[in-house]
């Protein structure tokens, strides 16, 4: 007998977590999404493992989700646009219809060689948004691809990176704020250009002689809520638990460049009431 139980189940637990990727990673592109803006700039390849969208002088590219959600976990990873990316936006985000929609955005500013990109984020409800919340990245997010999540419980909405939540967008409907919480949501990605404020507030412009601008997208995963479909105590629990409340703060305090709910010039008789 050359092996032992410990070592057997080392062998099994490797197994395990080895194998728990490839079942978050059960999406196919063809399957769950539809190519609806640029033509030929929008691409899936790799048997539906793999997107891209484009971006020249004459278009930008984006596609939508099949489905609608009404709360879940979704989570997609992305490769940036490498290289002189200035003047670029990739916007990735769930939104429903109508004047009245609701929307929950991460956007990538794009920027020189070297410089850093900003992820924008923002919370629209009943058509209303002006809750920009702005990040530099703790890595450089067009040499990999990294995790970008959002969870949509009744209670928040999450926004995490890499698993690590940057943002928490609780519902304030006691304060009279409303919460997106009726209006599915489609998932949606763009690349387009808008080299008038994406960089450096719009100082610096787009080298066309770059183009195409290129994107990358796989390994999508939603779990649509459903009241089966999440163990009870993962959808019950309000808060986060002590090691992610300790990461957001991390991140709020070295990474956040923006937050909506400390302009005073913006908000001269005090932040929304959502910030206190
Ligand atoms: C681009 O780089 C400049 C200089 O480091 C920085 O001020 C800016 O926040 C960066 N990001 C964008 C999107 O402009």
């Not at 590219?61 to 989570?75: A, H, N, P, T, V």
């Not at 004047?99 to 410089?115: A, K, Q, R, V």
């Not at 808060?239 to 957001?248: G, I, K, T, V, Y």
């Amino acid at each position: 007998m050359g092996v032992s139980w410990n070592q057997l189940s080392v062998v099994v637990v490797l197994v395990v977590i080895s194998s728990v990727p490839v079942l978050a990673s059960a999406g196919n592109f063809y399957q769950d999404f539809d190519l609806t803006w640029g033509g030929q700039r929008s691409k899936i390849f790799g048997g539906g493992q793999l997107l891209s969208l484009s971006l020249d002088k004459e278009s930008g590219s984006g596609f939508q989700s099949k489905k609608e959600y009404l709360f879940g976990r979704i989570d997609m990873q992305l490769k940036l646009v490498a290289g002189n990316s200035a003047g670029t936006v990739t916007a990735y985000y769930l939104s429903s219809q109508g004047p009245t929609h609701d929307e929950i955005d991460f956007e990538f500013l794009g920027n020189l060689s070297g410089d850093p990109y900003i992820l924008h984020t923002n919370v629209f409800t009943q058509g209303k948004g002006n809750r920009e919340q702005q990040f530099y990245l703790w890595f450089d997010p067009t040499r990999n691809f990294h995790t970008y999540s959002i969870v949509w419980k009744p209670q928040h909405i999450i926004f995490l990176v890499d698993n690590i939540p940057i943002r928490v967008f609780r519902n304030a409907e006691s304060k009279g704020v409303p919460f997106p919480k009726n209006q599915p949501m489609r998932i949606y990605s763009s690349l387009w250009n808008a080299d008038d404020w994406a960089t450096r507030g719009g100082l610096v412009k787009t080298d066309w002689t770059k183009a195409p601008f290129t994107a990358y997208y796989r390994n999508f995963n939603a779990k649509p809520w459903t009241p089966s479909s999440f163990s009870d105590s993962e959808w019950q629990t309000n808060e986060l638990d002590a090691p992610s409340r300790r990461r957001l703060r991390w991140v709020q305090k070295y990474y956040m460049i923006y937050n909506y709910c400390n302009d005073w010039k913006r908000f001269p008789q005090g932040p929304p009431v959502e910030c206190k």
